[in-house]
């Protein structure tokens, strides 16, 4: 017969009723598709406005901890949802990921992988999207003004006071808004946000094209994405269709009703986890090991798909505002 303590640590293992749900139809995706699964998903629409819910170093700590243990040679489903976030934390999963899996990941994106989400999903061998789906534009932004849009503010006063040297009083003011090392900082980040995710697409969905039929797509592909004059906006959602026509390898959701079902059971479970809890944050695997960030903690919980002790570490964490 157990005693209070033993009991006590079977209610913390399983969970609240969101886990316990959220983990079954996770366990019900990695039976569908054979491989490894995790979920790499932010509560930014639910909680708007909050610190935590981008991208960031943190969540290296995440997959570290659900990858432990992983047999990876059953390569990795990822699927992703989030608003993107630190272009250096992004390459650093990135890098981290393909250490783990090598190129054989596939992203699987239900709803939205923007900005840095894009990129890794670029880095994947293949995208898995559904009708429902979106992906977004990749031009790095400074405080939220996109860097491509400081540059071609720049480019232009430049050739309208060239032409028209009375217009210098209209344009210092604008001009007089940049720092000095602005314009530079600006351009570096777009170069290397364009030279990784060509590096990514590369080793990953062209891998095994002809280099000159790789590079040409991939240039489209940058284009497309990266170019703020071509997207508009950093906020646009790019449909499966349209990645499909810039030349990004998409299959559809669609073409099997069983993945589908598991995919969008396992998406509606996190989201319905983000509205009713404080989550803002879920790393979490197949297997039942999670890394769950909230308001004001991370809990990392290691539970075997067959039961087992969990094993919670608070951590102090900034309150969000905003």
Known sequence: MPNWSQILTEIGSAGSVHDVVRRRYLRELGRVTGRNVIVYY???????????????????????????????????????????????????????????????????????????????????????????????PIDPQFAGIPAHGVVEEFDRARRVI???????????????????????????AIAWSNEMTAEWLRAGMFENQEKAAADEKIERILKELGDHALTKSHARHLSIQRCRDIGLKVAALEDDQELQEAVLSVHHACMLTFSATPAIKLIENDRGVAFIKVLQQVVVSGQPASGGDVDQVPKKEEQGGG
Request: with cysteine.
């Open 162 to 188: 060239e032409e028209n040297p009375a217009s210098i009083p209209l344009w210092q003011p604008i001009i007089a808004k940049y720092s000095p090392t602005l314009i530079g900082e600006c351009e570096k």
């Open 42 to 136: 932010s509560g930014w629409l639910q909680k708007s406005g909050l610190q935590g819910v981008a991208i960031s170093d943190e969540d290296k700590n995440g997959f570290m901890t659900v990858i432990h243990e992983m047999d990876r040679t059953r390569g990795l489903d990822l699927l992703l949802h989030t608003p993107g976030g630190e272009t250096a934390a992004t390459e650093s999963l990135v890098d981290y990921l393909r250490a783990s899996f090598g190129s054989d990941i596939r992203a699987v994106v239900p709803q939205l992988a923007m900005s840095g989400g894009t990129m890794i999903a670029c880095a994947c061998k293949e995208v898995l999207m559904g009708k429902h789906s979106s992906l977004g």
